[in-house]
T-cell receptor
Framework: DGGITQSPKYLFRKEGQNVTLSCEQN?????MYWYRQDPGQGLRLIYY???????QKGDIAEGYSVSREKKESFPLTVTSAQKNPTAFYLC???????????FGDGTRLSIL | QKEVEQDPGPLSVPEGAIVSLNCTYS??????FMWYRQYSRKGPELLMY????GNKEDGRFTAQVDKSSKYISLFIRDSQPSDSATYLC????????FGSGTRLQVQP
């Protein structure tokens, strides 16, 4: 069963703490993306990667970091520099960068 | 001004109605257009994808793109209570830009 798996479903962050959100896909897609969704604001692009070992900043990359060491995996780290991290985080992948994107079911991050 | 504008709704219709959802975009470089459906606490699900101006039909759904007026629409025929969700339009050339979503409620 092909798809995108995000974990955990819910995550809590303490002040000054870095947290990492997992995204794994078995669709053999080259491109992967991270979005942040806040109420009433739609999806905003954080980072995207078109190929292994390469990634680009999106519109709101400050306070976030990513890595793409394997084709299947694109983890997102929310650093302590991100002052307003409470949001719904969505990972997506596509065969290539201008092809339809398919989404995971998200991770909801909250501050303790 | 946002690059992709979408009326947030909510839009409430009776079961069986034809629903029209609309977006406008400002970037004439956008080449491809998508519609997603998102249920609460879930990721968006791709409904329609098109590169060109004109209509594209898939079952009860029709996507319409007018590049001259930078207008994209999604029509849902014979709407069902299970269609109640938030609908997101998106447009792009490389990365996608999303509208803020329209919440649709179909009343039984």
């Amino acid at each position: 069963d092909g798809g995108i798996t995000q974990s955990p479903k819910y995550l809590f962050r303490k002040e000054g703490q870095n947290v990492t959100l997992s995204c794994e896909q078995n669709l053999n897609h080259d491109a992967m993306y991270w979005y942040r969704q806040d109420p009433g604001q739609g999806l905003r692009l954080i980072y995207y990667s078109q190929i292994v070992n390469d990634f680009q900043k999106g519109d709101i990359a400050e306070g976030y970091s990513v890595s793409r060491e394997k084709k299947e995996s694109f983890p997102l780290t929310v650093t302590s520099a991100q002052k307003n991290p409470t949001a719904f985080y969505l990972c997506a992948s596509s065969r290539q960068e201008n092809q339809p994107q398919h989404f995971g079911d998200g991770t909801r991050l909250s501050i303790l | 001004q946002k690059e992709v504008e979408q009326d947030p709704g909510p839009l409430s219709v009776p079961e069986g109605a034809i629903v029209s959802l609309n977006c406008t975009y400002s970037n004439s470089a956008f080449q491809y257009f998508m519609w997603y459906r998102q249920y609460s606490r879930k990721g968006p699900e791709l409904l329609m994808y098109t590169y060109s101006s004109g209509n594209k039909e898939d079952g009860r759904f029709t996507a319409q793109v007018d590049k001259s007026s930078k207008y994209i629409s999604l029509f849902i025929r014979d709407s069902q209570p299970s269609d109640s969700a938030t609908y997101l339009c998106a447009a792009g050339r490389r990365a996608l830009t999303f509208g803020s979503g329209t919440r649709l409620q179909v009343q039984p």
